[in-house]
């Protein structure tokens, strides 16, 4: 069982930047496939950016060139760096792991309003 718990959404001005992190159990992360994804009301929870076992990460390509994704193996940890944010970034966002065996965690999500 894996447990994901975000931290670090709040309200930010268009242009600015928020950190997300996620913290995960399980002893091993390290082996894990994480990211992230958001939803906005009334919409499909799309994917924004994730990282494998490997460190390769990827990205959606509206986070390309904006946002960083990384993880610590040792800390067990999932970040998520949002730059240059606008309006249309405002949405819930969740931290997702895949084990080994492709079964999927999600965290209970954290908000992020961004204003014009």
């Known amino acids: 069982q894996v447990q994901l718990v975000e931290s670090g959404g709040g309200l930010v001005q268009a242009g600015g930047s928020l950190r997300l992190s996620c913290a995960a159990s399980?002893?091993?992360?390290?082996?894990?496939?994480v990211g992230w994804f958001r939803r906005v009301p009334g919409k499909e929870r799309e994917f924004v950016a994730g990282i494998g076992a490997s460190g390769r990460p990827n990205y959606a390509l509206h986070a390309e060139g904006r946002f960083t994704v990384s993880r610590d193996n040792g800390a067990h940890t999932l970040d998520l760096q949002m730059d240059n944010l606008n309006p249309e970034d405002t949405a819930a966002y969740y931290c997702n792991a895949a084990d080994i065996s492709g079964q999927l965690y999600w965290g209970q999500g954290t908000q992020v309003d961004v204003s014009a």
């Open positions: 399980g002893r091993s992360f390290s082996r894990y496939t």
